[in-house]
């Protein structure tokens, strides 16, 4: 009975948290054209997957590599890229660094 009890409490915990979908890292993404994964470059992204559904680009100050951070450091160009193939698939957040993919991460599904 205890056994049961605890199957029943799972399965209800998974129907209640189903639509709750969090970040996580997965380093691929599908797309029509192609798998895209870690080091790709930007050109691949697009060739493979279109345009993304929204784009920013930063800097950030890093310590650069052989010195430490408050002696030396060089200012990273980062882009957000954000794919949205709809309601059925997920959107994924891409982060490129220097024109490559460092971080591939699923995100909710599309819209």
Known sequence: MKRILCVVTAVFALATFDDVVLAT????????????????TAAEVVGKCGSPAFTTQRR?????PGGKTSERTELVTLD????????????????????????????????
């Not at 890292?25 to 790709?40: A, K, P, Q």
């Not at 490129?96 to 995100?107: A, C, F, K, P």
Request: proline share 2%; net charge negative.
């Open 25 to 40: 890292e997965s380093g691929t993404m599908r797309c029509s054209g192609g798998l895209v994964s870690l080091g790709n």
């Open 60 to 64: 950030e100050k890093r310590g650069a």
């Open 80 to 111: 957000d890229w954000t794919f949205n193939f709809g309601p059925n698939e997920f959107q994924y957040a891409v982060l490129l660094e220097y024109g490559r993919v460092v971080r591939i991460e699923s995100l909710d599904r599309g819209y």
